[in-house]
């Protein structure tokens, strides 16, 4: 059974800085691109960032580039987003995604439409 857990999410005041992390089960993350995805309440779902299988392609929206940063421990079946400085519109629901491409691919899907698993999500509040 493939699952992706989330954590790390939570309340932090602006400025400050979480490390979510997204924990496959069920297969191993060799094979597949991922990306963060948000979800704002009224708003639709938003790519955040994706990394290829071989890290070597990475892609972050514009609102977060500069602060945020994704990476994977293809070793622990994990993959992170560091969030820096965080905003008050960073408040989000955080989904992780996976899509199965092969090893060693530059590919970075980008869209939501684009991935056919999910994790459930984790909260994440920016505010004072």
């Known amino acids: 059974q493939l699952q992706l857990v989330e954590s790390g999410g939570g309340l932090v005041q602006p400025g400050g800085s979480l490390r979510l992390s997204c924990a496959a089960s069920g297969f191993s993350l060799d094979y597949y691109a991922m990306g963060w995805f948000r979800q704002a309440p009224g708003k639709e779902r938003e790519g955040v960032s994706c990394i290829s299988t071989s890290g070597e392609s990475t892609y972050f929206v514009d609102s977060v580039k500069g602060r945020f940063t994704m990476s994977r421990d293809n070793a622990k079946n994990t993959v992170y987003l560091q969030m820096n400085s965080l905003k008050p519109e960073d408040t989000a629901v955080y989904y992780c995604?996976?899509?199965?491409?092969?090893?060693?691919?530059?590919?970075?899907?980008?869209?939501?439409?684009?991935?056919?698993?999910w994790g459930q999500g984790t909260q994440v509040t920016v505010s004072s």
């Open positions: 995604a996976a899509l199965r491409v092969g090893v060693f691919t530059t590919i970075c899907p980008r869209r939501a439409r684009d991935y056919n698993n």
